[in-house]
Each structure stands twice: as structure tokens, then as C-alpha cells.
Nanobody, 124 residues
Framework: QVQLRDSGGGPVQAGGSLRLSCAAS????????VAWFRQKPGEEREFVAAIKWSGQREYYADSLKDRLTISRDNTHVTRLAMNDLKPEDTAMYYCAAQRGLNLMDRSPAAFEFWGQGTQVTVSS
């Protein structure tokens, strides 16, 4: 069974940076995709970025790609570095994983496994 534990959120001032982490257990091969989504109060969950478990391909939401870097090294931790944060980035951020998915599948419904979420709050 795959389990995800996301962390690294917190309060930050506008223009600052945060690095979120998603620690995965139970992922056994490179066919998996790990993604980050975010959800603001009263809104639907929104795709942020995704990476193949091999770490060789990445995909970003167009509106965010200039301020994000998703990565995975030789550990079971996927990281999302966010720079130049804005108040509108305030949301609960979730990591998600699914085996055999197209990297560009942006639908939350395509992912079976989810972390518990980590809150990012950006103040102006």
C-alpha cells in the first residue's frame, strides 16, 4: 500500500520561498507519477506540478511554472520548491501518486493516493 506524507508548509511573506516535501512509501517501480495539487477554500483542487518517479520528466501548470521546481533525488522524497510566493498562492497543498499515469494528466480524480496536506499561507 502506498502512503504519502507531505510537509514543509507554513506562513511566509509575499516574495518569499518555501520547499514542500512528499515522503512516499510503497512505491516499487518507475511507472509512478507524483504530483502536487492545491486547494483554496471554496474552490476545486488545482493541479500544480508532476514528475515521473524516475525523475527524468516534469510537468507544470502554465500559470505557475516560472516559480516552481519539482524534483526527486535518490530518496523516496519528492520536493516542490516555490519561489516569489504571492498571497494568491495561499492554499492547502497535497501530494498525490498514481502508477501508470500519463504525466500530463491534471485531473485529481486520476490519482488514488494522497497525502494529508500541508498549509501554505502567504501574507502581503
Amino acid at each position: 500500500q502506498v502512503q504519502l506524507r507531505d510537509s514543509g508548509g507554513g506562513p511566509v511573506q509575499a516574495g518569499g520561498s518555501l520547499r514542500l516535501s512528499c515522503a512516499a512509501s510503497g512505491i516499487r517501480d518507475i511507472a509512478w507519477v507524483v504530483a502536487w495539487f492545491r486547494q483554496k477554500p471554496g474552490e476545486e483542487r488545482e493541479f500544480v506540478a508532476a514528475i515521473k518517479w524516475s525523475g527524468q520528466r516534469e510537468y507544470y501548470a502554465d500559470s505557475l511554472k516560472d516559480r516552481l521546481t519539482i524534483s526527486r533525488d535518490n530518496t523516496h522524497v519528492t520536493r516542490l520548491a516555490m519561489n516569489d510566493l504571492k498571497p494568491e498562492d495561499t492554499a492547502m497543498y497535497y501530494c498525490a501518486a498514481q502508477r501508470g499515469l500519463n504525466l500530463m494528466d491534471r485531473s485529481p480524480a486520476a490519482f488514488e493516493f494522497w497525502g494529508q496536506g500541508t498549509q501554505v499561507t502567504v501574507s502581503s
